[in-house]
């Protein structure tokens, strides 16, 4: 029989890696359960009290391997400028010569693990395969929570040479021989020198969002850095919605919550990646491309996220958490002070001397179907309707709690300046006010001026595009504290945003866009302070003629690349506000 595609990617991989032995995974609860013992005896992963947490077990990354590494993340088009200025480039012919040579014997003396898997539903018409090798065992049994993986993979493949190949090795884990490489021309993947999650599992950021992106453009759909919600009111009705939020800005605490509103509930479908397509309809439709949750542990608990940690109390991957004496993860913001005798993610007793005892970028990788708020359509392979699309981000000051886009092209606007302090999720500073156009700026795999122009094309193709929000839960107040409390509560913006949609909810227009009138935000049973709601949803000119200033010099960088009806809409909101702004 003659050799399939697959194959041979698959011995050419060998063939430059040399790894003792190659393991074709069949995605089996057998094969699972295997992987885990063989993790167990190699220290890879470590045991944790099975009473308290069945099937759980507690991986530590190497110190230097903590988080995605954005300055060692390339995109390798033909053109520096077709990746565009929020992009490493590098061309494919450097990589070749200057990456390629890492992988050369990078596998000997392991075994090479072939993981092939589906992004998306079985049988959607959204979904693709993907193929990773790999020497990691976390890896590969990590990808068999977070995607379709083994068997079902190879019969949705078949013969075809559709999918895309993934290269990975731990290699010796030095971050001086440390790259992410993605190839939007060749759809490929290459990662060494790293074991975290978003930087080995390949299927994650790399697949589903920096190539998918170009593929999207080019075949005309989206893959975005969203969460996917039904909202379903008291009366059983279902509404969705699309909402992107940087990383560790509240997007796995939204697409989970429990509402605070009674009769009203929220049905998980994604909480991080939705590749979004017009259905025959007209309508926009969204899929989760992925089958688990790769989460943020600190500021987990049953306060925050009581179905999530429902989700990790069974069959769960921990990293870089802390550990009880008893053997119970544990990490900052679960339940008060941390316990004597606790062993902190590096795995020595925690002195309280100032550090974390869990990272702050620790996670728990866990299956989908272990959460309780998912919604019965979750894996429809034709998806789910949007109705709404929000963005969102971390801002103490400038953005109101909830405010509507006067129409789509101005909520692609709205989106393209979005800007989040940001956060443990990415190595570098934290706290730091971050321009990040849908919660997408690391992970969009080409030009960002041509992704701002293909979300105004496709929305030119829908009769009745969704509408676009912003929301803001991180606004404060003078003395520095939350003037909104947020997770269960932010049912109310919810539940605004979908009136809005059918017409119910009254609006005042501001000259950033529509904010709740008096009296149309649901606010049953909620003590806010006198003046909090006034302050939540007020417009600071000041700081909105700042803000028109600091997207100016960040919408410069693209040039020519920068749609027309960008450019506009930014001088159209310095009209408003009075300011005599302009892009230069």
């Known amino acids: ?171 010796d884990l030095s971050p001086s021989r440390r790259f ?59 509404s969705y919605i699309a909402a992107a939020f940087p990383s560790a800005c509240g ?3 939204l697409a989970m919550l429990v509402s605070a509103l009674p009769g009203y509930r929220v049905r998980t479908v994604g909480d991080d990646i939705a590749w979004l397509r ?58 008060g002070a941390g316990p004597a005798g606790l062993i902190d993610w590096r795995g020595q007793l925690w002195g309280r001397n100032g550090d974390k005892a869990a990272h702050p970028n620790s996670r728990f990788t866990v299956r989908a179907a272990n959460c309780p708020s998912m919604s019965p359509h979750w894996e429809d392979p034709q998806g789910v309707p949007i109705s709404a699309i929000v963005f969102g981000g971390r801002r103490a ?9 006067f129409d789509w092209q101005h909520g692609v606007y709205v989106g393209a300046g979005m800007a989040s302090e940001t956060t443990a999720a990415a190595t570098g500073a934290v706290g730091v006010t971050r321009r990040d156009p849908m919660a997408m700026r690391p992970f969009c795999g080409y030009n960002m001026g041509n992704y701002f122009a293909h979300w105004l094309r496709l929305g030119g193709l829908m009769p009745c595009p969704p509408a676009i929000f912003h929301v803001n839960w991180f606004r404060t107040g003078a003395d520095g504290r939350f003037l909104w409390p947020g997770f269960g509560d932010n049912v109310r913006v919810l539940k605004w945003i979908i009136e809005r949609v059918q017409g119910h909810a009254a609006a005042v227009e501001t000259p950033i866009g529509y904010v709740p009138a008096p009296g149309s935000l649901d606010l049953a049973g909620l003590d806010l302070p006198a003046g909090a709601l006034a302050d939540l949803l007020s417009v600071d000119r000041e700081a909105w003629e700042a803000e028109l200033t600091e997207q100016a010099q960040f919408f410069s960088q693209f040039g020519r690349r920068l749609p027309d009806e960008v450019s506009h809409e930014h001088q159209a909101l310095a009209e408003r506000l009075g300011v005599a702004e302009a892009i230069s």
């Open 397 to 405: 000051r400038v953005a109101p709690l909830v405010f509507q886009s």
């Open 180 to 238: 992410i490489m993605h190839f939007p021309q060749r759809r490929a993947i290459w990662s060494i020198g790293s074991g975290y999650g978003g930087n080995a599992l390949l299927g994650k950021k790399c697949f589903s969002l920096r190539l998918a992106s170009a593929m999207g453009r080019e075949q005309g759909w989206l893959a975005e850095h969203m969460l996917v919600l039904g909202l379903e009111d008291p009366q059983g009705n279902v």
């Open 251 to 253: 997007k796995t605490n």
């Open 1 to 171: 029989m003659a050799e399939t595609a697959l194959e041979r990617w698959v011995n050419q991989a060998a063939a430059l890696t040399q790894p003792d032995r190659i393991v074709w995974c069949d995605g089996s609860e057998e094969e699972y359960q295997s992987l885990i013992e063989l993790g167990l005896r190699e220290h890879v992963y470590h045991r944790l009290n099975h009473t308290a947490y069945p099937g759980c077990y507690l991986h530590r990354s190497h110190p230097s391997d903590v988080a995605r590494t954005e300055h060692l993340t390339f995109i390798c088009s033909d053109r520096r400028d077709d990746a565009g200025p929020t992009n490493n480039w590098m061309s494919p012919r450097d990589a070749d010569e200057q990456i390629l040579p890492l992988f050369r014997g990078a596998m000997k003396g392991r075994t090479m693990y072939v993981l092939p898997y589906v992004m998306g539903p079985l049988g959607s018409p959204f979904s693709k395969v993907g193929v990773e090798v790999t020497d990691s065992v976390y890896v590969a049994t990590s990808m068999r929570i977070m995607t379709r993986m083994g068997r079902a993979a190879l019969e949705q493949l078949g013969g075809s040479d559709d999918f895309v190949p993934g290269l990975h090795s731990i290699g």
């Open 278 to 335: 017009i259905g025959a309809d007209g309508r926009l439709w969204a899929v989760n491309p992925e089958a688990g949750f790769f989460g943020v542990a600190p500021g987990t608990s049953d306060q925050t996220n009581p179905n999530m940690m429902a989700a990790i109390r069974r069959d769960t991957l921990f990293t870089n958490v802390a550990l009880t004496p008893s053997g119970v993860p544990w990490w900052e913001g679960i339940n």
